[in-house]
């Protein structure tokens, strides 16, 4: 990968393309390249995902934050909230501002799809960063979410905005006012980005996803099996067999080819654990391949689907989580077990970024045309 | 289960069986139960095995420790080494008294088998935590391990020290002097015991064994891989596809059935994971099984399996390490998921208990006909 | 220290006492030692310092738990609230029996007094681990804790339960029925077994305490600030100037000589931080002396203070936190600075058992006549 | 504080001053503002602070890493010694390229003095990051370091590296090629950016100065007490009286007043504690002031000292370590005890950012005349 590659490249070579239509992503995103910053909103700017937006699109080089939405907030400011960000002088408030362009919501499940049609009448692209945008079949949210989707007109117009896989459909959304981007779920994005190769291949007979996260995933909410005391020192599994984002790792590996081809994408075993730290997830994917592979076939998938991505890095042994802390990084390895002929790939990520926040930054990015790792550049923090 | 359950009755009420011989644990263990105490020593005592022999056997009821022994120790302070344990007034030594009855060695692979003559010589009772006694198959050694074994010729004669599986041999090869007992390995423990009533149930056609580990499985020695700042707030792999407690796993489950009826504990998937924190193992068993079967006949194996165990406890929600940190408690889970047809077992010990001295605590009072709980009785420590 | 050595000898080697009064703590300790426990109950059983108490109890070989009481508990299985006591198969219920014999209470602030009437009708001793008991002077509840004191004319008759400060209290009151005695806090117990010797010699001209605290003595209850993305990777300082346990470090060490002579125990700096570790407090006692002192002096007035006492050592470079986990030990070291002549006194301890449960036990043994270390004696677990 | 002020105008805003020497810092600086980086190698970039300089200089915009040296490295990977920073595609050899035009040393304490004649040959700007040019006093070296400085000469023309006390020095000295800066150690920057207020006011009649640090401070190296199962749930003092940094703290506070003014900068009572955490201190300076003070006095002395700083903020509560992790921030709250008129002042740092790599580059940047913030506008990673 080149993090200093402009993947903007990709969305502006585009001579034969009509113009973007005014007040779509991509009009706003040239003029931001001019020096008119996209003005963006943040909802549910109290959170940690709020938390990590902020971060990131406060030093973001084409983007002007012009209003924070928290719950029932008045002009708080937010070191309160957030002191690590004391520095930015910015203020919570309860609505967002009328000229924003872009309002990336960090809420609770369901709460999205209620209030996007304020944003797109204002023409704002909207990125949600729930669950609400995420899934294309409608059936799929009472299922996992237990919630009948008050919108379901408008999941096909949405994007799952997982840049590595849905680029192109991210600029096409971005020519037109009132875009909707659903930005992926921590576990997708580690699971799909490590298995999606291997999809493509139709490697994927038998599939166990055996997943480790840190808990700033579980939100801020204070909760009692959250607390200092019952985390530390303690690993546990959770959500054994109904882990919601089951669906949306179903959905996308089985969209990159036919369940005849990868019938282990088809009733995922999916199993998340809670471990004693703060932020990253690792993604343990273990596949009992359709056929006979070599290490040098498997080399070679993942080459040919990462070798370009700005974010991703196939590494030569397993890596651990805290090699991407606190940056954008995906990286993965896939190994071939000599003794029994299985597929072992690995992925890491940092949840908060890559995962949320980060993985947004960059498809609104892509939406609008903007150079894909502008605001995302910062490199891991280790130790 | 019930800890206060004596196992010692299983050994004890056998009015048939001849005396045990003179020298024998047996024989040395009812002389305990009079008042006269096993006299023990521990070779490895610097290490955190060590360290944690001496801190159940300096509390056990029948048990009087007389030989501590480290790497060119001349009479130094456990202070100094162990200050946790800097109460008992214990020193360091660099040879087993001749007068020990019983040695637990706490030493690197390939060690124990080296020095097992002078102790047999003695008729003392041998408790090997290292690896040099847990295999049968000696071709098992330096295809795992990489090295020959020196005294092949033993394996045959030593017990796999996990009670729970190989109780009734233990208190066989106790009543002879000179028992060798092979304690287990951390993983092994926790993914033998999840797996057992499966695979004495022939269910097992295809298995995932994904485990989580705290650092001190890893050992005492400074290592930069082992450095706080390595290891906290990260997650990585390890040992992939050649992790030496394979041939353990694959050694115990396949004699609990033919290899026909778990074609699945033949050249397992086996991942080892290393998380931030210091004690404690979760293994997550991930199985297809080889035929249907319901909820109701999976709690009916393992309620069989394990009710009159004294330190086993089936849960009915997934346990988490810390649910039995500090003690030799292990705790299983299993469960049925209706989406797909697989089962997922989940075991959790403290690799250091469980996992190491308390589990050779147990099989020694097993051998030695104590209460199989003696010594070990202290409850999990949380928060 | 001798951990094993009976403090019950200070208590019953009295041949010219008159006998303890029926219903009285000693006299019910003298039936224990017969084999009839004493009936004890807990009263807060839910939290951290409720399961301390189980944990540490149900092992206690001269006692039986006869009643848990949690808020608007109906026979709930303790496995749901403490899944590390499960093996006890106790149950929580929403009072306490009227035939236990001791009580001991781990309540907010303020609720034990309201509540003492009725356990002392039954001629129960009561232990209070809050903070209701602690204080002599009722003026120092408004003034440190914001309430008034309900029962103001308790106060004398209770016994601050420190053994090794009031060891004589606590066989004295325990020779009647309905001894009231009022564990201390964990800060003070650090702080003040750190500083006694110090007091006693009249040293302390100034004082700093820079005390550093796991979170687990903040409490159960979830609290945003606790967190685990919270504590983690994070340190920081609290309770600035006003925190509560500050009254009874002031009244404890005051009383060890006159202000005069220790001017240094008036107004003290007082200062606790919150370290990311779940238990476990250190204190840092920075002292300028009243007069020139050597190390040897302080070394002699250290081990004269010391030196009987079973759970107290003295050792000979600065003790950590985790010297003492999971133990009731308490572990002092005390320096002169050679180059400005001050004295730094530092102090260890678990919070949750010699900072609470388990100085509450022992200080309930005292005053039952029971050996001082009895369910005491666990070893602290390390690493 | 404004991170976004551009400290650069400090150093350029000076028409009358004659141009900068050739080769010098402030000429390269004057020519990377025009697009001709300067061209900088670190030296120790194997060890955690190394990994941190490359880390920021990565991404400096006036900065081009030509050179990392490492001990017998030969082109070595940076990916294989640092794998956070793998997507940088660097490597380690054993010697600085003679075009570098800064160097910065990241050293074992005695190392960088004996390198230096090489760098200056070559009119290299030398930040050294370990104490050999800290302190002016050639005698204090063998008190706390043990050993004698091999070229005492150079302490003079050396500028202690801490811009908020003497950036006017960096100014001059970065005029002339060859510049030395001394950067300050972790734990004085924390304490002296602390005291710096109250000691320009004469308030320090009596300090004690007990800080907390994470362990990343002690190097990279494996140590037996640097285990992640030494280090987790536990807190330690270490270097009682003797710790080496308390000569900075002493010679930087003493030169901001006479002693008789603040005699208690003299034998200052300094004791470092180690706890488990990565990164961070926070250093907690107990003052008994000189005379009576008010805090809204307090609030102006901090003020005046700190408004204007572009990486310093005073806090309205006392700051937690985490609040500024990761960043090159340093925050600070000072408090009057208003029940024994005692100060207390509380500061905050990432030690390896403003505790060291973060305050290299800024100190460089001064030298330079670049923007003081070029290369740290990074904001804080919580959580």
């Given at each position: 990968m080149s993090a200093d590659a402009t993947g903007a490249a990709i969305a502006a070579d585009r001579p034969h393309d009509p113009l973007p239509e005014?007040?779509s992503a991509a009009e706003r995103g040239a003029r931001a390249m001019l020096?008119?910053?996209v003005?963006?909103?943040?909802?549910?700017?109290?959170?940690?995902?709020?938390?990590?937006?902020?971060?990131?699109?406060?030093?973001h080089p084409h983007v002007?934050?012009?209003?924070?939405?928290?719950?029932?907030?008045?002009?708080?400011?937010?070191?309160?909230?957030?002191?690590?960000?004391?520095?930015?002088?910015?203020?919570?408030?309860?609505?967002?501002?009328?000229?924003?362009?872009a309002?990336?919501?960090?809420?609770?499940?369901?709460?999205?799809?209620?209030?996007?049609?304020?944003?797109?009448?204002?023409?704002?692209t909207?990125v949600?960063?729930?669950?609400?945008?995420?899934?294309?079949?409608?059936?799929?949210?009472?299922?996992?979410?237990?919630?009948?989707?008050?919108?379901?007109?408008?999941?096909?117009?949405?994007v799952y905005g997982l840049p590595e896989l849905h680029r192109e459909e991210l600029v096409t959304v971005g020519r037109k006012?009132?875009a909707?981007i659903?930005a992926p779920?921590?576990?997708?994005t580690?699971?799909i980005l490590?298995?999606a190769p291997?999809?493509r291949?139709?490697?994927?007979?038998?599939?166990?996803?055996?997943?480790?996260?840190?808990?700033?995933?579980?939100?801020?909410?204070?909760?009692?099996?959250?607390?200092?005391?019952?985390?530390?020192?303690?690993?546990?599994?959770?959500?054994?067999?109904?882990?919601?984002?089951?669906?949306?790792?179903?959905?996308?590996?089985?969209?990159l080819?036919?369940?005849?081809?990868?019938?282990?994408?088809?009733?995922?075993?999916?199993?998340?654990?809670?471990?004693?730290?703060?932020?990253?997830?690792?993604?343990?994917?273990?596949?009992?391949?359709?056929?006979?592979?070599?290490?040098?076939?498997?080399?070679?998938?993942?080459a040919e689907a990462y070798t370009d991505e700005p974010f991703v890095t196939v590494?030569?042994?397993?890596?651990?989580?805290?090699?991407?802390?606190?940056?954008n990084e995906f990286?993965?390895?896939?190994?071939?077990?000599?003794?029994?002929?299985?597929?072992?790939?690995?992925?890491?990520?940092?949840?908060?970024?890559k995962?949320?926040?980060g993985q947004a930054v960059q498809a609104f990015n892509v939406a609008h045309g903007l150079p894909e790792p502008a605001g995302l550049l910062?490199?891991?923090?280790?130790?």
């Amino acid at each position: 990968m080149s993090a200093d590659a402009t993947g903007a490249a990709i969305a502006a070579d585009r001579p034969h393309d009509p113009l973007p239509e005014p007040g779509s992503a991509a009009e706003r995103g040239a003029r931001a390249m001019l020096g008119d910053p996209v003005r963006v909103a943040i909802v549910g700017a109290s959170g940690y995902v709020g938390a990590e937006l902020i971060r990131l699109l406060a030093l973001h080089p084409h983007v002007r934050i012009v209003g924070l939405v928290g719950r029932e907030r008045k002009g708080d400011p937010l070191a309160g909230i957030h002191p690590h960000l004391a520095t930015r002088n910015l203020h919570v408030y309860d609505r967002v501002p009328d000229d924003a362009e872009a309002v990336f919501l960090a809420l609770p499940h369901g709460a999205a799809a209620g209030r996007i049609d304020d944003y797109r009448a204002n023409s704002m692209t909207v990125v949600d960063l729930g669950a609400d945008f995420r899934l294309r079949d409608a059936a799929d949210y009472p299922r996992w979410y237990h919630f009948e989707h008050p919108r379901p007109e408008l999941l096909d117009s949405a994007v799952y905005g997982l840049p590595e896989l849905h680029r192109e459909e991210l600029v096409t959304v971005g020519r037109k006012p009132g875009a909707i981007i659903g930005a992926p779920g921590c576990y997708p994005t580690t699971t799909i980005l490590a298995l999606a190769p291997l999809a493509r291949a139709g490697l994927i007979e038998d599939l166990v996803v055996d997943a480790k996260s840190g808990v700033s995933g579980a939100g801020r909410d204070p909760k009692a099996d959250l607390h200092f005391g019952e985390i530390n020192e303690n690993v546990k599994a959770y959500g054994q067999f109904t882990h919601r984002h089951t669906a949306e790792i179903e959905q996308e590996l089985g969209a990159l080819g036919p369940a005849t081809t990868n019938p282990g994408v088809v009733g995922i075993d999916f199993l998340p654990h809670l471990v004693p730290m703060t932020r990253g997830i690792l993604s343990a994917c273990h596949v009992r391949p359709t056929h006979e592979v070599s290490q040098v076939e498997l080399d070679a998938v993942y080459a040919e689907a990462y070798t370009d991505e700005p974010f991703v890095t196939v590494t030569s042994s397993p890596p651990a989580t805290k090699h991407v802390l606190g940056s954008n990084e995906f990286r993965v390895w896939c190994g071939l077990n000599e003794r029994n002929g299985r597929i072992l790939a690995i992925g890491v990520l940092d949840n908060l970024v890559k995962g949320a926040a980060g993985q947004a930054v960059q498809a609104f990015n892509v939406a609008h045309g903007l150079p894909e790792p502008a605001g995302l550049l910062q490199l891991p923090l280790a130790p």
